[in-house]
Nanobody, 122 residues
């Protein structure tokens, strides 16, 4: 099992920057595959922001390319989202995600943090 704790959320003006961090705690023998960040704004469903594999291959949503950077430290089990040139539409609750293999089914299990609020004022 995995527990995720996010930090770094807050309020910033448009054009500013913010860095979100997520620390994972896992049992011995539990492997974390992909990690990532998702967000959910009021009235909208949760959407992918960025993901990164254990081999550090990245995937970004089109609306954050060139502005956000995701990276991870496998030794520390942390994943970070550096957000630059923030826009008002980036306002949302940001959730950390980690995926672990389910050896019984062959699929993956998703773990989620509680979420951290990011508010960007115009």
């Amino acid at each position: 099992q995995v527990q995720l704790v996010e930090s770094g959320g807050g309020t910033v003006q448009a054009g500013g920057s913010l860095r979100l961090s997520c620390a994972a705690s896992r049992d011995f023998g539990t492997k974390i595959n992909d990690m990532g960040w998702y967000r959910q704004a009021p009235g909208f469903q949760r959407e992918l922001v960025a993901t990164i594999t254990d081999g550090k291959r990245t995937n970004y949503a089109d609306f954050v390319k060139g502005r956000f950077t995701i990276f991870r430290d496998n030794a520390k089990d942390t994943v970070t989202l550096q957000m630059n040139s923030l826009k008002a539409e980036d306002t949302a609750v940001y959730f950390c995600n980690a995926r672990t293999p389910d050896f019984d089914s062959g699929y993956e299990i998703d773990y989620w943090g509680r979420g951290t609020q990011v508010t960007v004022s115009p």
